[in-house]
């Protein structure tokens, strides 16, 4: 397609699946760009491996149906029909003491929906169920400044509900500290919920929406993996360059971009890179707006997978998985049943589990060796779940600095991002650093930005060589 020396429509900066997106809609457009990606290959956070029959997801394994983007992408690359929803029992599991608990049923993430279905919990004690069920007389605040999802569940739910709920499923799903992270960024829906009626479990009762017999979430059997492949199978050939990281972006009339492949030229750029690297390449051309940018905060964490026969696991493994709460003190955050949750995982007569550590609330979990990060993911495992012997395998991936923050005051920050960034003809930011929270997010943003950006070539349509 275009040599290195063509002038392009646009530079798509990093091959996460927010950049895939955008370049997925370019390519519909018919314009003319290339993705320089820094890693040997494409998907960011999302990669699959497979062997022998197991197929592990070291990032991403789910697609939440409730933000159509993805199921819609997959439909438009002709993997719709491979979609499968969760298996049944859908239950999650909160470690209390060291031992499993299920979550309410009919919860809104642990959030109790109906108070007699929160008088059944065995989690919470007596005392923390009446505080919980007394959120209904919870006076409603005034619609004032962001606040942390700590401060919002501890003032409508109370602490054992923070301790308990809050802080393992809301900021754990996020990989973040539930006293910093931000209510407005991360759950509108529940601020809503109160501003509307005065009370969460008031407002969820109303809706009354059955859950759906699919379940929430979907995958794909060969792991998401499988979307990356799809959506680099429909590019042109040579309009992804990996191995290519972007060191320096200058901005005169037009964008050149110097990579570890080449140098591009370009007349309009998408960054879909971690919001610290899209601040570093900023540098020369907005300090400001590259301050902005570079002031989010991003957690690390890594996955273990773990391979077993199912006769050395004596737990009955009946659910998708269970959350840690820091007040544990153990060294996981979660962990999912994988062969529970997705059918074709590994191979028959055995089982798949997967550990999360570190995050917001462990920040130094990360700076440990693999083989001791893998030790202690198997020995809380092995406790949890009453396992005996030694796995099969066990597949260690780090994610360092890859969990964008959404903190208290996020939005008002990413506001300053956005008016800055729309002031430099040509210049356009996606991805999680940004608005986009998880795989749906990331693609409907992605592929907005590159309709954003087509708009501003044709509306700028004199070359600017
Ligand atoms: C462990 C884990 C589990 C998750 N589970 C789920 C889930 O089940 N469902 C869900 O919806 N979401 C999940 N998420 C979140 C979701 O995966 C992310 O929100 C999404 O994949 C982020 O995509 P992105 O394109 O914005 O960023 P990234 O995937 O980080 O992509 C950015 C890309 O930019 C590249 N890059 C960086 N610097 C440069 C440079 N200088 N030059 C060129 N390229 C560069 C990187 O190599 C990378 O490929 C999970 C995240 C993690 C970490």
Not at 122 to 135: F, Q
Not at 228 to 234: G, H, L, P, R, Y
Not at 305 to 319: D, K
Not at 359 to 384: F, I, M, N, T, Y
Request: glycine content about 10%.
């Amino acid at each position: 397609m275009n040599g290195a020396d063509d002038l392009l429509d646009v530079a798509v900066v990093g091959g996460g699946i927010a950049g895939l997106a955008a370049a997925y809609e370019l390519h519909r457009r018919g314009l003319r760009f290339r993705v320089l990606e820094a890693a040997p290959r494409l998907g960011g956070v999302i990669v699959t491996e497979r062997f022998d029959g197991w197929v592990i997801d070291g990032g991403p394994d789910a697609l939440l149906v409730q933000k159509p983007a993805a199921v819609a992408l997959c439909r438009e690359l002709g993997i719709g029909d491979r979609l499968v929803p969760t298996l049944q029992p859908r239950t999650a599991y909160v470690m209390r003491d060291g031992a499993l608990h299920q979550i309410v049923e009919g919860s809104f993430l642990g959030l109790p929906v109906r108070v007699s279905a929160l008088a059944r919990s065995s989690l919470l004690t007596w005392r923390g169920r009446l505080r919980m069920a007394c959120e209904v007389v919870v006076p409603r605040r005034a619609p004032a400044d962001d606040e942390s999802i700590a401060a919002f569940v501890r003032r409508r739910f109370g602490n054992e509900a923070v301790d308990y709920l809050a802080e393992p499923l809301l900021a754990g799903i996020h990989a973040g500290d539930v006293e910093r992270l931000s209510m407005r960024a991360l759950f509108p829906r529940l601020l809503e919920a109160e501003r509307r009626s005065g009370s969460v479990i008031r407002a969820f009762r109303a809706l009354q929406t059955p859950p759906s017999p699919q379940g929430a979430f979907v995958s794909l059997p060969g792991g998401i993996g499988e979307l990356v492949e799809a959506i680099a199978n429909v590019l042109p050939r040579d309009s992804v360059w990996t191995s290519a990281r972007v060191g320096e972006l200058r901005r005169a009339a037009i964008y050149a971009i110097e990579s570890d492949a080449g140098a591009v030229r370009a007349r309009a750029v998408i960054l879909g890179v971690p919001a610290y690297v899209a601040a570093h390449l900023l540098r020369g051309v907005d300090t400001t707006l590259a301050e902005l940018c570079g002031a989010g905060a991003y957690a690390s964490t890594a996955t273990v997978a773990f391979g077993y026969r199912r006769a050395q696991v004596r737990h009955s493994l009946n659910g998708s998985g269970f959350v840690v709460p820091r007040v544990e003190r153990s060294p996981l955050l979660a962990a999912t049943w994988v062969t529970s949750k997705w059918p074709d995982r590994a191979p028959e007569g055995h089982v798949l589990l997967r550990a999360f550590l570190g995050g917001g609330r462990d920040p130094h979990r990360l700076d440990r060796g693999d083989q001791e990060l893998v030790d202690a993911a198997r020995e809380a495992l092995e406790k949890a779940l009453a396992i005996e012997g030694a796995p099969l395998f066990a597949r260690l991936f780090r994610w360092t600095r890859q969990s964008p923050q959404y903190d208290v005051g996020h939005l008002q920050r990413l506001d300053g991002i956005e008016r800055r960034a729309s002031a430099i003809p040509g210049l356009f930011l996606t991805g999680s650093g940004f608005r986009a929270i998880g795989i749906p997010d990331c693609i409907a943003d992605g592929r907005e930005t590159a309709a954003r950006a087509a708009t501003y070539l044709a509306t700028n349509s004199t070359k600017t060589d």
